[in-house]
C-alpha cells in the first residue's frame, strides 16, 4: 500500500513517538550525529517501517543522512516506495 506524503508524515510520527515520545522529532535535525537516537532505537525504527510502508532498507540506507531528520526518513521512505 503506498501512502502519500502527509499520510506518510503522520504515519512516520506516529512511529516515532512510540519508540520515544520524549523526542521533539519533528525539530531534531542531528538524531544520529548527536547520538539522540541509539543502535537499538534505530533497528526498531527500520524494522516498523519496513512492515509499515512495505518497502524494504537495505544496510546501505542505514546511514546518518537518511535517518538524522523526520524529513531525511520521510524522503527515504518516499524514494524506496517508488523503486
Do not use: C, H
Not at 506518510?8 to 550525529?33: G, V
Request: proline letters at 1%.
Amino acid at each position: 500500500m503506498e501512502y502519500g506524503g502527509s499520510q506518510i508524515m503522520e504515519k512516520l510520527m506516529n512511529i516515532l513517538m512510540e519508540i520515544d515520545s520524549s523526542i521533539a522529532w519533528d525539530k531534531e535535525e542531528k538524531l544520529i550525529d548527536d547520538r539522540i537516537m541509539d543502535s537499538f532505537m534505530v533497528i526498531s525504527l527500520i524494522s516498523e517501517l519496513e512492515d509499515q510502508f512495505q518497502i524494504e532498507i537495505d544496510a546501505s540506507e542505514i546511514i546518518p543522512e537518511n535517518l538524522n531528520s523526520v524529513n531525511a526518513m520521510w524522503r527515504m521512505i518516499t524514494k524506496l516506495q517508488e523503486s
